[in-house]
């Protein structure tokens, strides 16, 4: 059997030697991005900023700003998507069974394949009591 432990290492063995040689790698003297930033010192307690770094800081402030604001187009806060909402919301919601429109959610007819029938008035009356039964409609409110 042959040992192919040797047969790997032998060829090897000069990359090894010529790295354990090698003088160290120059470090980059550029800063490291994600070293953490020097510690501040700590201000004492009650120390205030003196009046003239106040109005350095304000002044370098309002340099920084433009000298027009942004102009104002169209509308920043529309309530459209807002009353669309409840729009939606009020019409999900169940109506009362004595109310304007108690068969909301249960029409008063049915369909074949070729005809539609709709009923009204007193010939509604059945597909009203099967609205209170399938729960289509609120008695309580």
């Known amino acids: 059997m042959k040992a192919w432990l040797p047969t790997i290492l032998v060829p090897l063995c000069p990359v090894f030697v010529a ?10 003297t550029l800063q490291d991005p994600f070293a953490l930033p020097a510690p ?11 009046d003239e770094a106040i109005r350095a800081a304000v002044r370098a402030t309002l340099e920084e700003m433009p000298e027009t604001p942004m102009p104002a187009t169209g509308q920043a806060l529309g309530g459209g998507a807002y ?5 939606q919301f009020s019409q999900a919601e169940k ?7 108690p068969l909301k959610h ?6 074949t394949k070729n005809w539609n029938f709709g009923f009204t008035g ?3 009356l059945p597909f009203w009591g099967a609205a209170i039964l399938r729960g289509k409609c609120n008695w309580t409110r």
């Open 19 to 28: 790295y354990a040689d090698a003088p160290p790698a120059a470090r980059n």
């Open 40 to 50: 501040q010192p700590a201000p004492q307690p009650g120390a205030r900023p003196s």
């Open 83 to 87: 009353r669309e909402f409840a729009r």
């Open 95 to 101: 109506p009362h069974c004595m109310g304007p429109n």
């Open 106 to 111: 249960q029409p008063p007819g049915f369909s």
């Open 122 to 124: 007193i010939m509604a």
